[in-house]
């Protein structure tokens, strides 16, 4: 075996506006499409846009909610994915908030007071904008604690 290849850095927003000739607040108002005062010449959008495509630039979405407060991503916790009832719950969760520009993180208790528990935890972990469950076993305490950790809004389906 020969020596380990050394891993390719993601491209940046700078790397996008160096290949662009731009500067990095025009590549941001222009991925943004941030409402500016600042006029945008379509050449310079599609010279943006062009070098996105070719070094496969994809924002960071850490750095973004750290400058935003936002993270664009809404916890969900069913109980039993496999519960013809569920399905239909997460789809129309998914579907909503795609309209609304979020991604959905989907995690499965089954039905145990642990993996609820487990969630709480790693959602406490993460910045999410939202949280939507069907607990089980979770006390209004538990819920109190969840908040009080995260500040999200949380809704509660079931009983």
């Not at 020969?2 to 731009?22: E, I, Q, R, S």
């Not at 409402?35 to 379509?42: A, L, Q």
């Amino acid at each position: 075996m020969g020596k380990p290849t050394k891993m390719k850095k993601p491209p940046t927003m700078h790397d996008v506006a160096k290949l662009a000739g731009v500067s990095q607040p025009t590549v941001s108002r222009v991925l943004n499409s941030k409402n500016t005062n600042v006029p945008i010449s379509d050449e310079t959008r599609d010279n943006v846009m062009s070098a996105v495509a070719e070094l496969g630039y994809r924002p960071n979405m850490h750095a973004r909610s750290l400058r935003t407060q936002e993270t664009k991503l809404i916890a969900v916790l069913i109980a039993d994915i496999t519960n013809s009832f569920y399905p239909h719950i997460a789809r129309a969760i998914q579907t909503v908030a795609r309209e609304e520009g979020f991604d959905v993180m989907i995690y499965n208790s089954d039905h145990v007071y642990e993996n609820e528990k487990q969630f709480c935890e790693s959602v406490s972990r993460r910045s999410v904008d939202g949280i939507i469950m069907v607990p089980v076993h979770l006390t209004e305490q538990d819920l109190r604690d969840l908040y009080r950790q995260t500040g999200s809004p949380i809704a509660v389906l079931g009983q």
